[in-house]
């Protein structure tokens, strides 16, 4: 997996089709409004990428973070935000193990690859860097949906094992973990995260078997 996000590795070729900018417009005012950025937050961008949120934040004047485990991707990031002249902080590390010496008011994790990390770990360490009050919204593939999309393309170089909900890659056998939205919200709950909002996608409609999305926000107490 980590030459998957590697500058040999095809994420960024991968999702081209998704990475416009319209897209990415939809994408910034779902988190502007879903997490209800204000100027004076600290915000943190997990599992950044190439940055393309956190710049597009910058820019709208919020003070933003970004860290991801992928050197190539955070150098791309880096490059991107040289670019443009814009000063923006990002760290290479493994979300599981972060340490950024901040303390944040809104944390996402947006458009994610859940199945490679391990949610309860993960959110123990969301909860390390967030600000009493803070926000966390965790952004993940709705478990429903995918099952409906393989048992409808069997071509699909996936499979879905059900009874240890992970997706398995026909040629290579790697597994990755899925979770319905009620595992995460009591994870969340487990924690001290307050769930406050459910969406299916980024249009914010409420979440259905049928949603593209599985988007939970949680808030410190």
């Known amino acids: 997996m980590n030459k998957y996000y590697g500058e040999s590795g095809s994420y960024l070729k991968d999702h081209k089709d998704y990475f416009t900018k319209k897209q990415l417009d939809i ?15 600290k915000i943190l961008d997990l599992a950044c990428g190439d940055g393309r949120h956190t710049l597009e934040i910058m820019k709208k004047g919020f003070d933003i973070d970004g860290l991801d485990f992928s050197n190539f991707l955070i150098k791309t990031a880096m490059e991107k935000a040289r670019k443009e002249n814009i000063k923006v902080k990002y760290y290479k590390q493994d979300i599981h193990s972060m340490k950024t010496g901040e303390k944040y008011d809104k944390v996402f994790l947006f458009f994610s690859d859940l199945g490679i990390l391990k949610p309860s770990k993960l959110i123990k360490n969301v ?21 409906s999309y393989l048992k409808n393309n069997p071509k699909d170089p996936y499979d879905f094992d059900f009874r240890n909900q992970e997706l398995i890659d026909k040629k290579t056998k790697e597994k990755f973990g899925y979770y319905t939205c009620k595992e995460l919200t009591d994870l969340f709950e487990a924690n001290g995260l307050k769930v406050t909002k459910i969406y299916g996608d980024y249009n914010m409609n409420p979440l259905t078997l049928e949603s593209e999305r599985t988007i939970i926000v949680g808030k410190l107490a």
């Open 27 to 41: 994408d910034v005012s779902f988190l502007r409004c879903a997490l209800s950025f204000k100027k004076t937050d």
């Open 127 to 147: 909860i390390k860097v967030l600000k009493p009050n803070g926000s966390f919204l965790l952004d993940s593939d709705n478990i429903f949906r995918l099952i």
